[in-house]
Nanobody
Framework: QVQLVESGGGLVQIGGSLTLSCATS????????IAWFRQAPGKDREGVAC?????????YYADSVKGRFAISRDNAKNAVFLQMNNLNPKDTANYYC?????????????????????WGQGTQVTVSS
């Protein structure tokens, strides 16, 4: 079955960096888009970044993280990474990776799902002053 497992969250100071990992299994990883979302307490879940299939490779970012976050994928490891730099308290949230087993990244990052969506359990990122 499709599984996604996030790791790498933690406590970091303002201006610091973290790299999140999303380990996947149960599907043909190179063929599909993978996105990162985040959810802060009391707020809606927000699409942060998405990377298209290995054949395409296009990346998408929310305006709030452009220039600070970078998404990448490693087909040998069936994993997606989110490098987060220059973190600020507004980045504090639980971060999730997701796929809907399509290659429609532009839709996935805004929550327009094609078929069934799959989510990990999340990893907490806390940015302190």
């Amino acid at each position: 079955q499709v599984q996604l497992v996030e790791s790498g969250g933690g406590l970091v100071q303002i201006g610091g960096s973290l790299t999140l990992s999303c380990a996947t299994s149960g599907f043909t990883f190179p063929y599909y888009s993978i996105a990162w979302f985040r959810q802060a307490p009391g707020k809606d879940r927000e699409g942060v970044a998405c990377i298209s299939s290995s054949r395409d490779g296009t990346t998408y970012y929310a305006d709030s993280v452009k220039g600070r976050f970078a998404i990448s994928r490693d087909n040998a490891k069936n994993a997606v990474f989110l490098q987060m730099n220059n973190l600020n308290p507004k980045d504090t949230a639980n971060y999730y990776c997701t796929t809907d087993l399509s290659d429609e990244c532009a839709d996935l990052i805004v929550g327009r799902i094609h078929g069934e969506d799959f989510w990990g359990q999340g990893t907490q990122v806390t940015v302190s002053s």
